[in-house]
T-cell receptor, first 115, second 114 residues
Framework: AQTVTQSQPEMSVQEAETVTLSCTYD???????LFWYKQPPSRQMILVIR??????QNATENRFSVNFQKAAKSFSLKISDSQLGDAAMYFCAYSAQNRGSRLTFGEGTQLTVNP | KAGVTQTPRYLIKTRGQQVTLSCSPI?????VSWYQQTPGQGLQFLFEYFSETQRNKGNFPGRFSGRQFSNSRSEMNVSTLELGDSALYLC?????????????FGPGTRLTVL
C-alpha cells in the first residue's frame, strides 16, 4: 500500500531563516505526483507546490522549493526567507494514476515561525 | 474564479441522526473528492465523483455516501451518526479525473456529533 510519512510532527524557524520539512513515501508505481499543502489555522488547505515523478528537475515556487529524490523516495520542502504567514500545518501528499486520483496524506508537520 | 465552497461551515448533530454536506466546485471542474480529517486518523479519502459517477471509494462504512449532480455540485451524506464521525470534512475539486490534476480544497465543514 502507498504510504506517506512525515517524521517531524513539529518544526520551528526564525523569521527570514530557511527551514526544510521532510517527507518520505512508499510506492511501487512509476507514474505518480507529489504535493505539499499548507493548512493554516483557518483550516483551508492551500497548495504550496507539486512535483511530477517523471521530471528530474526539482519544482520551485518563489520561496518554496523541493528536493525530490526518486530512488530514495524522498520529497522534502524547503522554505526560504520564512515569513510569519508561513506558520501552518504542512502536509505532504501523493497521488498515482493507477489509484485514481485520491490523495494519500502524511501526518503533517506543524511549522512555527518565530519573530 | 470563485473557489470551492462548502455548506454549512459548522454542524452539530446527535448520535443516530443523519447529515448532508454540500460542495460546489470551482467553475469548470468536474471532479469532486471528499476527505475526512480527524486528530487521530489524519486526512483520509472518502470518495471521488466525476461526471455524476463515483470513481473511487475509500475505506469507510456504507453509512457514508455521496452523489454528484449534473452541474458538478456534490453532496455527502452520513447516516446513523456516531461520535467518531466528528471531524472536519473537506471537499476538493479539479478539472478532470486524472491524478496529474491538482486538487483545490474548500474551507471544510466542521461536524460535531454529540
Amino acid at each position: 500500500a502507498q504510504t506517506v510519512t512525515q517524521s517531524q510532527p513539529e518544526m520551528s524557524v526564525q523569521e527570514a531563516e530557511t527551514v526544510t520539512l521532510s517527507c518520505t513515501y512508499d510506492t511501487s508505481e512509476s507514474d505518480y505526483y507529489l504535493f505539499w499543502y499548507k493548512q493554516p489555522p483557518s483550516r483551508q488547505m492551500i497548495l504550496v507546490i507539486r512535483q511530477e515523478a517523471y521530471k528530474q528537475q526539482n519544482a520551485t515556487e518563489n520561496r518554496f522549493s523541493v528536493n525530490f529524490q526518486k530512488a530514495a523516495k524522498s520529497f522534502s520542502l524547503k522554505i526560504s526567507d520564512s515569513q510569519l504567514g508561513d506558520a501552518a500545518m504542512y502536509f505532504c501528499a501523493y497521488s498515482a494514476q493507477n489509484r485514481g486520483s485520491r490523495l494519500t496524506f502524511g501526518e503533517g508537520t506543524q511549522l512555527t515561525v518565530n519573530p | 474564479k470563485a473557489g470551492v465552497t462548502q455548506t454549512p461551515r459548522y454542524l452539530i448533530k446527535t448520535r443516530g441522526q443523519q447529515v448532508t454536506l454540500s460542495c460546489s466546485p470551482i467553475s469548470g471542474h468536474r471532479s469532486v473528492s471528499w476527505y475526512q480529517q480527524t486528530p487521530g486518523q489524519g486526512l483520509q479519502f472518502l470518495f471521488e465523483y466525476f461526471s455524476e459517477t463515483q470513481r473511487n471509494k475509500g475505506n469507510f462504512p456504507g453509512r457514508f455516501s455521496g452523489r454528484q449532480f449534473s452541474n458538478s455540485r456534490s453532496e455527502m451524506n452520513v447516516s446513523t451518526l456516531e461520535l467518531g464521525d466528528s471531524a472536519l470534512y473537506l471537499c476538493a475539486s479539479k478539472p478532470l479525473a486524472g491524478a496529474q490534476d491538482t486538487q483545490y480544497f474548500g474551507p471544510g465543514t466542521r461536524l460535531t456529533v454529540l
